[in-house]
């Protein structure tokens, strides 16, 4: 059984950056001369960090741009984070075709420093389950055209459904291919990525990923993020890759932050890469985080929700007519703190001893949460609403998993869990799971998409572990999509065996894998090696998923996120699970074609007389104040 580190040295965050660190101190010096990737594109125009769209409704969809002013002349130019250059009015125009000749919605807003020169638009007033393509126009310059969709969402009405799951993409990590491979796509309604968009490491001791990329793949600041500038540059190199920005413009997204999108393994008043003092007070720098965040993710503003809640309320709602609905989650910014090991110097949780009388009463101290009660109580309640399917976007995995200790170093049969994961938080995760096994075939069925682990699962969710394997009390499913970039079992396999051949350590992955699923049988499918996203497909008879992968790593090519072009995920394999059986199987044929498509958009004739009044400093055409003007990071933390 392969070793990979003590536990106590176990967080989640530690064991999956030791390989790469590990390869870094004895890989070639730290350069930083990539340092400039994330400002780049603010010196090649007004429109060089793209176009986005988000948030799909039945009737509005966020459509998102940066409007990097021109630098005057012998002035600095105005790159993200800098807080400089002058305010920006932009139009923006949303048409039923891509040249633009049936103009249906235009308006103007002002942007400035103190949104970081982003633009975000609430285009409401639309038709559903409908195909636009939208642009943006500053100071004689247009930007690319952006496709995007509205949702399928119409009352008694069966649509198709399909979306790409994504999570858990470090920059220096890769190249994003599982995007490039999104963006060539032309059957999704969204892209959903359930968190760790960006994380916040640096080029230095702390930097994550393979030593191969340093000097190619540099994250900028070079340095940890921990504030206002260095959250928005750290975005900033994201809308600057230019596979992250055709996935955007291809598709609307839906997203929410994990924990990388602040630091390590938050919980409510910190973080385990969070060090009070040195890298000043939390709940500044987590503002600031969510303030960029705001700013530059084609997010719906959250101040137009209404549930009771302490803090922001993030987490948000989709519904799809007849056939279901998507309840996306934040477990972060109310979280208790995640149990440690006893005697462990470990902070914020991760893989720990999880028998001893002490741990097991913490874990499941019912005064500890991983959502917030309010949110609890507003997941259940749409469980119980009668809809065919429930779709639950998620950061952490919901299901019990049991890790054993021999993977770890361990005695054989010690059992360790990720305190982290709501397997931290058990009394939630069983307040949670009893509730679905409490619901009338009726009230239809739970699919929990989820990301975090960078691994690839299929998931029973079973009423209790006890029986599992007599019985199958699955009461839910869970698909858990890979990283697209992240480190995962291989990487800490790998990097622990140095000098293995790679295909020996490619089968050393699938033995700690093949471990996990022995102690947790319903994990019906675990694959920790390769990276890309999963195809989600939701039909009134089945949700399928469709893994996408990497190629299997080899001595010729042992990283295949190293690789600038031409490697791209491939399907898997599929798994599914069928209406009213709450359980998954695997399913024989992948993902066909889909059984309708969005339509093209009417009219374009009233833009005309429209126009002038839109024309408002400062103002979207729909009276919100989301264009431009410091969007919603003053609320983050209120
Ligand atoms: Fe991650």
């Not at 009737?59 to 800098?82: D, E, F, K, L, Y």
């Not at 019990?400 to 005695?411: D, I, M, N, T």
């Not at 697209?484 to 790998?494: H, K, L, N, Q, R």
């Not at 089968?507 to 920790?528: C, E, F, H, K, N």
Request: glycine content about 10%; proline content about 8%; overall charge negative.
């Amino acid at each position: 059984m392969v070793v990979v580190t003590t536990p106590t040295q176990l967080s989640r965050r530690t064991v999956l950056k030791s390989a790469a660190v590990a390869a870094a101190a004895v890989g070639a010096p730290l350069r930083f001369f990539n340092a400039d990737a994330a400002a780049a594109p603010a010196s090649k125009g007004i429109f060089g960090y793209g176009v986005a769209s988000g948030d799909p409704t039945a009737n509005a969809v966020i459509i998102w741009t940066r409007a990097t002013p021109p630098a005057g002349s012998g002035q600095p130019v105005a790159t993200p984070g800098s807080g400089l250059g002058s305010p920006v009015p932009v139009t923006w125009e949303l048409a039923a075709d891509k040249q633009f000749t049936r103009v249906i919605r235009r308006g103007t807003v002002r942007t400035s420093a103190a949104a970081d020169h982003t633009v975000k638009v609430d285009v409401d007033e639309l038709s559903p389950y409908t195909r636009y393509y939208y642009r943006f126009r500053a100071l004689g310059e247009t930007s690319p055209v952006g496709r995007t969709q509205t949702a399928p969402d119409e009352a008694g009405t069966v649509h198709a459904l399909r979306l790409a799951l994504v999570s858990c993409s470090n920059y220096t990590g890769g190249y994003f291919s599982a995007y490039r491979t999104i963006a060539r796509r032309t059957d999704l309604d969204f892209v959903l990525h359930v968190g760790d968009y960006i994380y916040e490491y640096g080029n230095g001791a702390d930097r994550y990923g393979p030593a191969a990329l340093v000097g190619k793949r540099d994250g900028q600041p070079a340095t940890e993020t921990i504030d206002l500038r260095g959250y928005r540059l750290r975005h900033a190199l994201h809308k600057a890759d230019p596979d992250q920005q055709a996935a955007h413009a291809q598709h609307p997204w839906i997203t929410i932050f994990d924990d990388h999108e602040v630091a390590n393994n938050t919980w409510d008043t910190g973080a385990e890469n969070h060090t009070p003092g040195a890298e000043g007070d939390f709940f500044q720098r987590r503002q600031q985080a969510y303030q960029t965040y705001l700013e530059w993710m084609p997010f719906r503003m959250p101040d137009q929700q209404s549930v009771p809640h302490q803090g922001t309320q993030f987490f948000k709602r989709f519904t799809f007519g007849a056939l279901g609905d998507l309840s996306v989650l934040e477990t972060r910014q109310n979280r208790s703190q995640q149990v440690d090991a006893p005697g462990s110097k470990t902070t914020g949780g991760g893989f720990i001893p999880g028998a001893d009388p002490v741990t097991a009463a913490k874990l499941s101290d019912p005064n500890r949460h991983l959502p917030e009660p309010e949110q609890l109580r507003w997941l259940q309640d749409e469980v119980s609403t009668p809809r065919p399917w429930h779709l639950v976007g998620n950061q952490v995995v919901l299901a019990p998993v049991r890790f054993p200790g021999q993977a770890f170093g361990l005695p054989a049969g010690s059992v360790l869990v990720n305190s982290d994961q709501w397997d931290g938080y058990q009394a939630d995760q069983s307040a949670l799971i009893a509730h679905l096994g409490a619901q009338p075939r009726t009230n239809g069925d739970v699919v929990v998409l989820t990301g975090d682990i960078h691994s690839s699962w299929a998931i029973d969710i079973p009423a209790d572990l006890a029986t599992y394997a007599a019985v199958n009390n699955s009461v839910g499913v869970e698909f858990v999509c890979p990283s697209v970039t992240s480190d995962g079992f291989y990487e800490i396999v790998a990097g622990a065996s140095p000098g293995v051949p790679t295909e020996g350590q490619v089968i050393a992955t699938r033995a700690v894998t093949g471990a996990v699923q022995g102690m947790s049988p319903w994990v019906r499918y675990l694959d920790g090696v390769g990276h890309g996203f999963t195809l989600i497909d939701v039909t009134p008879q089945r949700v399928q998923a469709d893994f996408f992968h990497t190629p299997t790593p080899t001595t010729a090519q042992p990283d295949p996120r190293v690789v600038p072009t031409g490697v791209e995920p491939t399907l898997a394999i599929s798994w599914q699970t069928l209406a009213g059986t709450r359980k998954v199987v695997p399913a024989a044929t992948p993902i066909g074609a889909r059984s309708d498509n969005p339509r093209t958009a009417a009219g374009g004739g009233a833009v005309g007389g429209d126009q002038g009044s839109d024309q408002r400093d400062g103002r979207d055409d729909n009276g919100s104040n989301q264009g431009g003007s410091n969007q919603g990071g003053d609320r983050a933390d209120s």
